[in-house]
T-cell receptor, first 113, second 114 residues
């Protein structure tokens, strides 16, 4: 599975959009981009995933570049409760077989009032 | 639905003791896995299972055993606990199948080995 690179930490003002970048330059054609977050010491929580098209759900938007070598997770209106570690993961998903999710160190997002 | 349930939530062991961390899910998920998380680190995959009777090793399997006799349960056994196994352990499950994406996690089991 391809490796990802994320900044170790970011700050965001409450109410503003939080844009979390992720580089995955070695991603292959059958690999998806997944985003999870971990609030304090809780179990990680799924946010969103995508292959090559941009995706949006009630939590966030995922923008994947055309060459698929990087992506950005967007929290449109960050709140204090969005303070967490955000993990970008690349893993295969084809033919009914999804690869294991290998977590890196992620980005610690601090939302400030 | 209870989701993924882990027991115990907290445990203190002495070096050399054995114990089993329990994980149960009620979502009929085929895939289950165990991760450990050390302070300031991401999660590392210990073992995983794609269905009853099938298990495989992850990134850091040494010192741990697993079995999968039912779809619902995936216990993690520490055979002879060592201080290096002090960690928070997370169990997770998901459906197999294309484009499922979401891995459901338990609340974690915090283990201290003295």
């Amino acid at each position: 599975d391809a490796k990802t690179t994320q900044p170790p930490s970011m700050d965001c003002a409450e109410g503003r959009a939080a844009n979390l970048p992720c580089n995955h330059s070695t991603i292959s054609g059958n690999e998806y981009v997944y985003w999870y977050r971990q609030i304090h010491s809780q179990g990680p929580q799924y946010i969103i995933h995508g292959l090559k098209n941009n995706e949006t759900n009630e939590m966030a938007s995922l923008i994947i570049t055309e060459d698929r070598k990087s992506s950005t997770l967007i929290l449109p209106h960050a709140t204090l409760r969005d303070t967490a570690v955000y993990y970008c993961i690349v893993s295969r998903n084809y033919g009914g077989s999804q690869g294991n999710l290998i977590f890196g160190k992620g980005t610690k997002l601090s939302v400030k009032p | 639905n209870a989701g993924v349930t882990q027991t115990p939530k907290f445990q203190v062991l002495k070096t050399g003791q054995s114990m089993t961390l329990q994980c149960a899910q009620d979502m009929n998920h085929e895939y289950m896995s165990w991760y450990r998380q050390d302070p300031g680190m991401g999660l590392r995959l210990i073992h995983y299972s794609v269905g009853a009777g099938i298990t495989d090793q992850g990134e850091v399997p040494n010192g741990y055993n697993v079995s999968r006799s039912t779809t619902e349960d995936f216990p993690l056994r520490l055979l002879s606990a060592a201080p290096s196994q002090t960690s928070v352990y997370f169990c997770a499950s998901r459906n197999r199948g294309k484009n499922t994406g979401e891995l459901f996690f338990g609340e974690g089991s915090r283990l201290t080995v003295l």
